[in-house]
């Protein structure tokens, strides 16, 4: 309202029909895009409070890796690290406990893509059967790392009692 006003005083037209309808549009325009800058101001300001809250996130599931490698030592040089890259990158992405994975990863296959359990038949990383892998629709196979870690971040948190490494 204050810009049709200001429009009103600052109009060089005499008041008339035309003045009036020009100004209620500029106070319009003017109005919408003081209204798409706030918006975008809190857009802008909702996504920097996001990123921040990425960060930390990151950061605390960082100082977290750390510890443990500072608690259980460094990773035996057999171990596939690409294998322990991909549980680290997912459980940050699924938001799964990295240290119940790795422990889980550790105790089921000791970070082995191509594990083979003879007794099971289970395979993979996290040592999933072939009936489970048809009941949970897991496309490619077991031995896939990064479907079988994927697999493990979205079914672990339903049904951790599948995994028992005590």
Known sequence: M??????????????????????LVISGVLTSIA????????????????????????QAWKDNLEQMKMFYGPFPEQYDKTVIEEIERA????????????????????????????????????QFLDSTWEFIKAPGHQYDFKENVRQFMIWYPLHPEWWDCN
């Open 2 to 23: 204050s810009i049709f006003i200001n429009c009103m005083k600052q109009n060089l037209l005499q008041v008339s029909v035309i003045g009036l309808f020009l100004c």
């Open 35 to 58: 209204m798409a800058r706030s918006k975008k101001e809190i857009i802008n300001v909702d996504m920097t409070n996001i990123d921040k809250l990425n960060e930390t996130a990151e």
């Open 91 to 126: 459980s940050l992405e699924y938001g799964v406990d990295y240290f119940a994975a790795f422990k889980i990863a550790e105790c089921e296959s000791r970070f082995d893509r191509y594990a083979t359990n003879k007794v099971s038949g289970a395979k993979g990383v996290f």
